[in-house]
């Protein structure tokens, strides 16, 4: 199936007159009168005139399907209508559908999709003909992305008059037996694109000539407006969709059910929901508070009871905030949902609820997230927050969630944050160890009488007692203090009648909650329905998430595959087993199953509504009880972690029963989590290599779960090869279109980017430029995002050199070349996305000028020239951040200017100290100095750089590592010796304590290179900065832009470190390791050649450019290289976009040129190598923008 992306007629730019859209709206004939009037009177007129703003006509079309006469109907209107839908997807134009129904009548059943005899039934019972479901198969095209479902709530039935009330449609056999079958439209469309609407009804009795109307709110025509705004502007101008903010809303919705449903039973807790209560309220509280308690002590139940109770009272405005303010509260419950585990998605669903995301910071990864949360949680300018998170140890185990990464060590004064964590933990470690402290709070045992009554309550919830002597034997054991425990034992205890039975089992409870859970295991064990039973935990256990229950229930019919065979089998008969499992089974019958969920309800959680049933074993401590028994051998060696073949034999099972589901979220969700738990590459790969697979992993910014992955199966060289096989075949598929190939290979393209390998994806990009121009009329909106991704690659490979030498002119040519021919094509393309990308544009432009210069220049433009040209696109560029208001991006192009404290004044009021762009401001502000020969004042800078990285990225995060290996250079060891602040441990050798504190140069010591903004170094620039920054120099002119101190060699939030002279080489190869989006976490000192292999893209020659387009003479460019707005600054660099490479010169540049040797060889470069260097920059700039 074609996966489609922008669309547009197959038309040359250079044509003109508006283009035409097509837009059908599909309704019942006899029904839906008002929202047909409504749509023209309200929402058609106002969408024309915004079209005819973009040089774009609209065409709308009312498609009816069905009637109450069917025998009245036209079917030459529904031909052409058919003829018409035909003709916009055979010109690979995506035409936009409103297809509106009512919760009555439901979705139009499709005769592939449904059993035949439905399909007549509900054909039948509304009056559909044969034509109406073929228009109407176009109309719920999967692939078609511009089609909008909307779905009325038909409540306001119940207020119609009954005279009026016959005009209405209502619910019938036909749609009733529909809902018995599983929602083809919610499970072929995102959700997002299937919204309800509510409707009112008008009293029209006084005019009795009119149909009965309806009334609409606002958001109707929001929705429809929004809908149709966005898929215009991305198919017609390549502007990317806003974020969906209700997205997250679902996932809100069921934390916040769970969290009311949790709260109902805490008993006991008085005191420590006071003491949450006090630390919310009491001022200057910058540290996080921690609830503290062993497994099953109530730690959720305590926290779900006090953000509950808190939430309702900001609501309510009775919980006042900081100043008057509003509180805005956040609430996670790891385990609650499906998918409650990821930090990522927990950190992304936060940045959205405080509307801090937006199209043009969306992060890019997780340690990209981690930083924009930890700058959220310490910029004293965000609006005050209350965050619950419980169980912070359960997040899935990566880099971010075991530094806390994310959690500042001061968080801003009108920030709290409540966690719930137990002590045995790393993130528990990790917080303790910080210099600041969390304030601490255990858990108290539980009173007598609190505990007494959860017993009493418990039991007479199943109609039962026990004696006073019996609850006195309960309340003796040790572990009755724990609130789960006592819950459980009411369970063993519920079924007993006899009372002997009951003492012997209560002298029998064991003590700790992982040995109770055991012994529960123990008894399902021995109960009449055993296998059942124990096949119910041990599917949900080798679940990713739990299982829906239709999914449990068929799972379990077939008797025969309950248990996995004994190891005393026979080969025979375990090979019959494994067959067994492949054959389709008829459900759990309802009886069995109510018994089966009777037994094991209390040990079992819904996930949530949305989950739709899903089922999963309630409470860690079990998950762990049924590992130990059925899935971990246990003495077979030191570490207990060796898997028994029933581990491998549930997976199985699973995996054979996802491997043919129709449901595609399911599969992704649950069939590659067993791939991965058997270890089977093979099949994981080809999965990951369809094309339904791809498009629900795939991320424009970063592909992180995809990527994941693919780590899994091995190298990113075989990741590369596999998409290469399989966009081979997709070519090879008549029924895909030009354009669906085209996007295709960009996509992956920016995978292979993601994964590190730019020479790859280089290759991958060509093919999809040259499908684009010679085939699709080289659109536009298509082209300048293809010229843009080709500059990036070439702007990535760049980044791999520790060093700038003119060996890589022929690199910076091509993302100067590339760079600019997408701003000529930007330029022409209306809206903010297109003007903000090309603000973006010109700040990495000017950057790439800065490093002309630092090159040396080039026969096309000298040093000088590039360095006045790069000024002109940053002043561009602030003109258009002021202009959209994006004061981040505004103050990182200060930045790239050189007006520092500017931007750290306005870096401070955007995001607070603890940001990445502080970070980068705190360095360059120190080189400024150094370059300046103030050691002590570039002291004070990278302390505070140190300080910052520590702190957004982590004490052992290489970046942080490099920060600190500049304080213990022999220098600033001195000023630090000097200033009483001596690192505990740390000596200054003789030859350090020898040395000329004064002395302005040091030979051993080379010129610092700097990472953040490669400075200029011509002798006639003078460096700058503004007025706090002393400068030695009196003469500069430090307001003067043509003496710009630097240009950033990174335009983007990544953080940016910089490489000291003395910098083990095993550390460097890490450090790009880490910050690889491919590659997995390294040890820091890890020096394993076949890892850091498959970091980046390591081809040690420099090739020549196969597909070069010249701005000069490319057909697409011709027309916009006229009459460009500020078109005279821009012909300053026309031949330098425009020049071809020469071979020639690359090879003798590829000859001189021993980067890849020393960053991959590992072994430093000669005396000799050094020698014959081409350029001897006094200070040495490095590429890390990683």
């Known amino acids: 199936m074609a996966t489609w992306g922008p ?28 929202e047909r009037d409504y749509l023209n009177q309200e929402v058609l007129p106002e969408l024309k005139t915004w079209c005819a703003s973009k040089d774009l006509t609209l065409k709308e079309r009312f498609v009816k399907w069905g009637s109450k006469s069917p025998q009245y109907r036209h079917v030459d209107e529904l031909e052409k209508a058919q003829t018409s839908i035909e003709n916009c997807y055979h010109s690979s134009i995506m035409p936009i559908f409103i297809n509106i129904t009512s919760e009555s009548i439901g979705w139009i059943p499709m005769w592939e999709e449904y059993p035949d005899e439905e399909v007549e039934d509900y054909m039948e019972t509304y009056g559909l003909l044969v034509e109406d479901l073929e228009v109407m198969k176009a109309a719920y095209r999967q692939d078609n992305m511009n089609s909008l479902f909307l779905i009325r709530d038909d409540s306001f039935l119940n207020e119609i008059p009954e005279s009026e009330a016959s005009y209405f449609l209502k619910k019938s056999t036909a749609s009733e037996k529909l809902k018995l079958f599983e929602d083809k439209i919610s499970k072929k469309i995102p959700a997002k694109r299937i919204l309800k609407y509510s409707a009112t009804y008008c009293d029209t009795s006084r005019n009795t000539a009119r149909k009965p109307q309806l009334i609409f709110c606002s958001s109707f025509k929001t929705m429809i407006m929004d809908f149709c705004k966005q898929r215009i502007s991305f198919d017609y101008f390549g502007e990317q969709p806003r974020l969906f903010l209700s997205d997250d809303i679902p996932s809100k919705l069921e934390h916040l059910e769970y969290m009311k449903n949790k709260s109902q039973h805490v008993l006991g807790r008085d005191e420590i929901i006071r003491n949450i209560e006090n630390y919310i309220q009491i001022e200057d509280k910058d540290v996080p508070l921690l609830i503290l308690g062993d497994a099953g002590a109530g730690k959720s139940s305590i926290l779900c009871q006090a953000a509950f109770s808190i939430y309702n009272k900001v609501q309510d405005e009775e919980f006042p905030g900081p100043n008057g303010q509003r509180w805005n509260v956040f609430f996670h419950f790891t385990g609650s949902v499906p998918g409650s585990n990821c930090l990522e998605s927990m950190l992304k669903r936060l940045l959205i609820e405080m509307e801090v995301l937006n199209d043009n910071n969306i992060p890019r990864g997780m340690d990209a997230t981690a930083q924009m949360c930890c700058s959220l949680l310490s910029n004293p300018n965000t609006k005050p927050m209350i965050l619950f998170i419980d169980a912070l140890h359960q997040f899935a185990d990566e880099q971010a969630a075991r530094v806390m990464s994310w959690l500042p060590r001061k968080l801003a004064p009108q920030v709290r944050c409540v966690f719930s964590i137990l002590t045995d933990f790393v993130q528990h470690k990790t917080l303790v160890s910080r210099e600041t402290k969390p304030i601490e709070c255990a858990i108290p045992l539980l009173h007598l009488d609190s505990r007494k009554k959860i017993v009493t309550d418990k039991l007479q919830g199943y109609g039962k007692t026990i004696s006073e002597n019996q609850m006195v034997k309960i309340m003796r054991k040790e572990s009755s203090c724990n609130p789960l425990w006592l819950t459980v034992v009411c369970e063993e205890l519920r079924a007993l ?40 935990i041990c599917l949900l256990e080798a679940s990713s998430a739990g299982l829906m229950e239709k999914e449990l229930r068929q799972l379990l019919g077939n008797s025969a595959t309950l248990m996995p065979p004994s190891e005393f089998d026979e080969k025979e008969e375990k090979e019959s087993s494994e067959k067994e499992i ?37 409470h860690q401590t079990l998950h762990h009880a049924v590992q130990n028994r059925y899935f971990i051998k246990q003495g077979e060696n030191e570490s207990g972690t060796e898997k028994e073949d029933n581990f491998y ?8 029963y996802f491997e043919s589901t129709d449901n595609l979220d399911r599969y992704v969700e649950e069939y590659l989590y067993q791939l991965v738990c058997l270890e089977d590459k093979y099949r994981l790969s080809h999965c990951l290599c369809d094309w339904k697979v791809f498009d629900v992993l795939y991320n424009e910014e970063y592909s992180s779960k995809l990527l994941g992955y693919w780590r899994k199966v091995g190298k990113a060289l075989e990741m590369i090869s596999m998409y290469d096989k399989a966009l081979k075949m997709y070519e090879e598929d008549e029924a895909v279109d030009e354009e669906a190939i085209s996007i295709r290979y960009e996509k992956v393209c920016r995978v292979v980017i993601q994964a590190g390998k730019y020479q790859e994806a ?50 910076l040519r091509m993302t100067i070349h590339y760079g600019k021919k997408s701003i000529a094509l930007r330029k022409t393309l209306p809206g903010n996305y297109h003007k903000f990308k090309l603000g973006m544009s010109f700040m990495k432009l000017a950057f790439n000028m800065e490093s002309w210069e630092a090159c040396g220049g080039g026969t096309e433009l000298s040093g000088e020239e590039a360095l006045a040209v790069g000024n002109k696109y940053i002043d561009k560029a602030l003109e258009i951040f002021e202009e959209l208001n994006d004061m981040g991006h505004y103050a990182e192009a200060q930045m790239t200017k050189g007006l520092y404290n500017t931007a750290k004044d306005l870096c401070m009021q955007m995001y607070g100290e603890y940001h990445i762009l502080t970070s980068r401001l705190y360095i360059n502000i120190g080189i400024v100095y150094e370059d300046n020969n103030d050691y002590k004042k570039a002291y004070e800078y990278f302390k505070k750089w140190a300080r910052v990285s520590e702190e957004i990225l982590g004490p052992d995060h290489p970046k942080t590592q490099r920060a600190k290996g500049v304080l213990r250079e022999t220098r600033y060891k001195r000023i630090a010796n000097s200033l009483g602040e001596l690192g505990e441990g740390e000596v200054l050798d003789n030859t350090e304590v020898d040395s000329n504190e004064d002395t302005d140069e040091n030979p051993e010591e080379p010129e610092r290179a700097d990472v953040e903004n490669f400075q200029s170094t011509h002798s006639d620039l003078e460096r700058y900065c503004e007025d706090d920054v002393e400068v030695v120099n009196e003469a500069s002119n430090l307001n003067n832009s043509s003496s710009s101190a630097s240009i950033e060699r990174e335009n983007n939030t990544n953080d940016i470190g910089i490489l000291s002279s003395n910098l083990d080489r095993n550390e460097e190869e890490n450090s790009q390791a880490l910050m690889n989006g491919y590659s997995s976490e390294l040890p820091i000192n890890s020096s394993s050649e076949d890892e850091s292999e498959d970091m980046h893209d390591d081809q040690s020659e420099l090739y020549a450019e196969d597909y070069v387009f010249n701005a000069v003479s490319d057909p697409v460019i011709d027309e916009f290289n006229v009459n460009l707005d500020d078109s005279d600054d821009d012909d300053e660099i026309v031949q330098l976009a425009a020049h071809e490479i020469n071979v020639g010169d690359v090879e003798h540049a590829a000859e001189r040129d021993n980067r890849y040797e020393d960053r991959w060889e590992g072994h430093e470069s000669s005396s000799s190598e050094s020698e014959t260097a081409p350029l001897d920059l006094n200070r040495q700039l490095t590429r890390d923008r990683n």
């Open 7 to 34: 669309s547009q007629p197959k038309k040359n730019v250079s044509q003109k007159g508006k283009r035409p859209i097509k837009l059908y709206v599909t309704t019942f004939t006899d029904e839906f009168d008002s």
């Open 497 to 536: 009648e006899n009372s002997e039975d009951i003492d012997k089992r209560i002298e029998s409870l064991p003590e700790g909650l992982l040995n109770l859970m055991e012994t529960v295991l123990k008894r399902f064990e021995s109960s009449s329905e055993w296998d059942l039973t124990m096949a119910t």
């Open 582 to 618: 492949s054959k389709k089974n008829l459900p759990l019958p309802d009886e069995k199953w109510n018994a089966l969920l009777s037994q094991l309800q209390p040990f079992l959680t819904p996930c949530g509504k949305s989950g739709k049933g899903r089922l999963n074993l309630y």
């Open 649 to 656: 034999w549930w997976h199985k099972m699973l995996a054979k």
């Open 762 to 811: 280089l290759e991958l990009l060509k093919t999809a430029l040259k499908i684009e121009e010679k085939e699709l009329g080289a659109r536009p909106h298509r082209m300048v995002e293809l010229y843009a991704l080709m500059a990036e690659i070439y702007d990535e490979k760049l980044k791999l050199n520790d060093f700038v030498s003119p060996s890589q002119i022929p690199d």
